[in-house]
């Protein structure tokens, strides 16, 4: 069973912070890729990351993936209030599989 | 172009009911996948298709049914709806080697 652990599980942060999320792996897909979601909507695509060791910028958001392509994180810097959101990492080969979730609230 | 779109929106069954929630869309999107979502439980995968004629299981397929007999479409069917079916569905839909998937706006599904 492919299994995506995501940390953590709740996240609540002063606006102008930093921040970390981290998304894990128990087996190696053909890529993965993180989605945010907005309540009462569908999640939306970020980024897709395929090569071990590979960096995306988006804006302030930067996402890395790791050397062994199980493991991915997502930096926020200076995160604003309009970052608030359910951020998702997904593993995908033929189907997509999610992990659980990070819940972002940032405070104005 | 819609994209991904679901009907109904909002659905209310008893246990035992059963009912088919719609999905379609018009990309000509050979991949189409539906999730469910639970509070606390991230997006967790029924059933997927990689075309017309073609389905399979994904992570929690009991209690549920597919089939694809177009590209478009991709129903899914509760035969005997029971409580802990009450959740958010979304339908999916993406290009054999594209990135992005596109979701519809789901289906509010409540089991009495």
């Known amino acids: 069973t492919q299994l995506l652990e995501q940390s953590p599980q709740f996240l609540s942060i002063q606006e102008g912070e930093n921040l970390t999320v981290y998304c894990n792996s128990s087996?190696?897909?053909?890529?993965l890729q993180w989605y945010r979601q907005e309540p009462g909507e569908g999640p939306v695509l970020l980024v897709t990351v395929v090569t071990g060791g590979e960096v995306k910028k988006l804006k302030r958001l930067t996402f890395q993936f790791g050397d062994a392509r199980k493991d991915s994180s997502l930096h926020i810097t200076a995160a604003q209030p309009g970052d608030t959101g359910l951020y998702l990492c997904a593993g995908r080969d033929d189907k997509i599989i999610f992990g659980k979730g990070t819940r972002l609230h940032i405070l104005p | 172009n819609a994209g991904v779109t679901q009907t109904p929106k909002f659905q209310v069954l008893k246990t035992g009911q059963s009912m088919t929630l719609q999905c379609a869309q018009d990309?000509?999107?050979?991949?189409m996948s539906w999730y469910r979502q639970d509070p606390g439980m991230g997006l967790r995968l029924i059933h997927y298709?990689?075309?017309?004629?073609?389905?399979d299981q994904g992570e929690v397929p009991n209690g549920y049914n597919v089939s694809r007999s177009t590209t478009e479409d991709f129903p899914l069917r509760l035969l005997s709806a029971a409580p802990s079916q009450t959740s958010v569905y979304f339908c999916?839909?993406?290009?054999?080697?594209?990135?992005?998937?596109?979701f519809g706006p789901g289906t509010r599904l409540t089991v009495l």
């Open positions: 087996s190696v897909f053909s890529s």
């Open positions: 298709s990689v075309g017309a004629g073609i389905t």
């Open positions: 999916a839909s993406r290009a054999p080697k594209g990135n992005e998937q596109f």
């Open positions: 990309m000509n999107h050979e991949y």
